[in-house]
């Protein structure tokens, strides 16, 4: 067993720091990786629920904040990864779980993801 990731950003290098990382966690499976929003809502709507959605916030077509609204059904866990700084995001939206400042660091994204799994009582070694 293993948890779902989905990662929505318009910058392909970020999608790919991200790719990776989630690669090197023996846990974490790539669901979808997307570099439009509006793509990426329509097709995580339609699909099974995903466990990590790794959200950009400056998009164009649509914010990762709005996006997040859209999607927080579909999601266990939102973690946006910007440049922005943290407290910008909460007066954006101050329902995120985690957020993970660019350039996203492999100690910082293992971290967020071990936070959250012992946070909510999940298994880190499925």
């Given at each position: 067993m293993y948890y779902s990731?989905?990662?929505?950003?318009?910058?392909?290098?970020?999608?790919?720091?991200?790719l990776d990382y989630i690669e090197d966690t023996h846990f974490l499976r790539l669901a979808d990786a997307f570099d439009n929003p509006v793509d990426a809502l329509k097709t995580i709507?339609?699909?099974?629920?995903?466990?990590?959605?790794?959200?950009?916030?400056?998009?164009?077509?649509?914010?990762?904040?709005?996006l997040s609204q859209h999607l927080r059904s579909k999601a266990r866990f939102v973690i946006y990864a910007s440049s922005h700084l943290e407290n910008e995001?909460?007066?954006?939206?101050?329902?995120?779980?985690?957020?993970?400042?660019?350039p996203i660091?492999?100690?910082?994204?293992?971290?967020?993801i071990d936070k959250l799994l012992r946070l909510n009582n999940l298994p880190m070694n499925n």
């Amino acid at each position: 067993m293993y948890y779902s990731c989905a990662i929505v950003d318009d910058e392909q290098h970020a999608i790919d720091v991200l790719l990776d990382y989630i690669e090197d966690t023996h846990f974490l499976r790539l669901a979808d990786a997307f570099d439009n929003p509006v793509d990426a809502l329509k097709t995580i709507s339609a699909g099974d629920q995903i466990d990590f959605l790794f959200l950009d916030i400056d998009m164009d077509g649509m914010k990762g904040t709005e996006l997040s609204q859209h999607l927080r059904s579909k999601a266990r866990f939102v973690i946006y990864a910007s440049s922005h700084l943290e407290n910008e995001v909460r007066r954006i939206d101050s329902n995120f779980e985690c957020y993970l400042g660019k350039p996203i660091s492999m100690k910082r994204f293992t971290g967020t993801i071990d936070k959250l799994l012992r946070l909510n009582n999940l298994p880190m070694n499925n």
